[in-house]
């Protein structure tokens, strides 16, 4: 065959998976034929989808109906682009292990998989020759992996801090903006669509720590999994913590943190408590100024707040769910590798050659909010003050508010404390919180939460 009837020869596409992405990666795959052969250099052929159930009525897709196939393992191995949008850990990942090995290079979605087995993958990919391209795999339809792999390739990340989770976001904002419980919040976010049936991948936090694993392996050239993240959901955010972080205005986030943490090799004698640097990688709810750019992210949408030591600070917005934002990445992906079928060669893989230790959360360093309800009688705040400087955690605000008396104890006065601290390790802050709880002058610890985006 000639170069020039190469050059004309279809590029073969199997798509496994027609839920809401995969429907509208067929659709657009089939409108915009023309435009993405234009781009790519060569047409884009589907040649089989592979779902559970092929008599299904999937108009809306464009394709075929005898294209429909429930033999996933067949089709990878005739393909030249295999797109995973199944999800979830198994049959996903021996499906795109057995479309590599038979050549094909891989687009998926899937930050479960990324996030469990992710090197395998990789290690895969680079065995094979092939490439494999996850965009969609967080925050939807934000262009973010490529630029932390490529455009970012010549920096160094310093810290990501992301809300990537959209759900959350919706509960969280409602939360705040018309003063929903929590349980009121999810039920709108169901009744929308953007949380499952089932909100406990979401609510628990178990999404954006999958999230956050894949952020700071290609931020740090580090090989991190969803294991290693340090991981709270929102299900304890009270309505007395969004109502505490509005009177420091501030609003709650949960937010992905990855992070590094310099050793004591580099600092000027400061005591992080670990020799060499270290990174940390966490989810956690969190209250941010309202000055903050991610404090003006609202509903459900997504956007992650990046710094760089030479290009300083950085912020990507968008949508972060849903079937055509997610398949604007997926196809971006599918054009880009593509591409390197058309020319030859394929694109850069994952770099894991920093390998920097993954710092347990106590080492991390952070800043608490901690409210607490106290006896109003001489020497508490004395008291109060004294468990923070034991355990070597610096004040940085105190405000303090009378309470109308507890009927229970009729005549003692109650007042509320707040205290923000500076930053210090969330070991020390933590122990702090758990010698305020055992005073006798501490009523209740109200409400703690950590404080970001300073
Ligand atoms: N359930 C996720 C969210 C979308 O609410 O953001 C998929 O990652």
Do not use: W
Not at 123 to 146: F, K, S, T
Not at 319 to 338: E, F, H, I, Q
């Amino acid at each position: 065959m000639s170069e020039t009837d190469k050059q004309a020869q279809p590029l073969r596409v199997a798509l496994l998976g027609c839920g809401v992405v995969g429907t509208s990666v067929a659709r657009l795959l089939t409108e915009h034929a023309g435009d993405l052969a234009a781009r790519v250099g060569r047409p884009l052929q589907i040649v089989g989808v592979a779902v559970r159930r092929p008599d299904k009525n999937r108009s809306e897709t464009g394709v075929d109906p005898a294209l429909f196939t429930v033999d996933a393992e067949e089709l990878v191995t005739r393909a030249d682009v295999v797109i995973e949008v199944i999800g979830g850990i198994e049959p996903a990942r021996s499906l795109i292990l057995r479309a590599m090995k038979h050549g094909a290079s891989v687009v998926t979605a899937n930050k479960a998989l990324l996030a469990e087995d992710g090197p395998r993958l990789y290690e895969a990919a680079q065995d094979c020759d092939v490439d494999l391209y996850y965009e969609g795999a967080v925050a939807g339809a934000i262009p973010l992996l490529r630029p932390l792999r490529e455009s970012l390739a010549g920096d160094d990340v310093r810290r990501i801090l992301g809300i990537v989770n959209g759900t959350t976001n919706y509960v969280l904002d409602k939360m705040d903006t018309t003063g929903a419980s929590f349980g009121d919040a999810v039920d709108q976010a169901q009744a929308l669509g953007y949380a499952e049936a089932d909100p406990t991948a979401d609510v628990e936090g178990f999404d954006a720590a999958a999230k956050a694993a894949i952020l700071a392996s290609l931020a740090f050239h580090t090989r991190v999994s969803a294991r290693d993240v340090y991981r709270e959901g929102i299900t304890e955010v009270s309505a007395a913590d969004i109502s505490a972080a509005r009177e420091m205005d501030c609003v709650v986030k949960l937010l992905a943190i990855c992070e590094l943490i310099p050793g004591n090799g580099s600092t000027d004698g400061n005591d992080t408590g670990h020799p060499g640097d270290g990174i940390s990688v966490r989810v956690h709810p969190a209250m941010i100024p309202r000055s903050h750019p991610l404090a003006g992210v609202r509903e459900a949408f997504n956007a992650v707040f990046v710094e760089a030591e030479s290009a300083g600070q950085l912020m990507f917005y968008g949508r972060g769910a849903g079937g055509d934002p997610t398949a604007s990445a997926v196809l971006g992906d599918v054009v880009a590798v593509a591409r390197h079928r058309v020319v030859g060669g394929r694109g850069p893989g994952e770099s894991t050659y920093a390998e920097l230790p993954i710092l347990p959360m106590g080492l991390a360093m952070t800043r608490y909010h901690i409210r607490l309800d106290v006896a109003d009688r001489p020497g508490v705040l004395a008291q109060v003050a004294l468990a923070f400087a034991e355990h070597n955690v610096s004040i940085e605000t105190v405000r303090q508010q009378l309470l109308s008396p507890d009927p229970q104890t009729p005549g003692e006065g109650r007042a509320s404390l707040v205290v923000v601290t500076h930053t210090a390790s969330d070991a020390a802050l933590s122990a702090t919180v758990e010698a305020l709880a055992h005073l006798s002058t501490v009523r209740a610890v109200t409400s703690v939460m950590r404080v970001e985006g300073e």
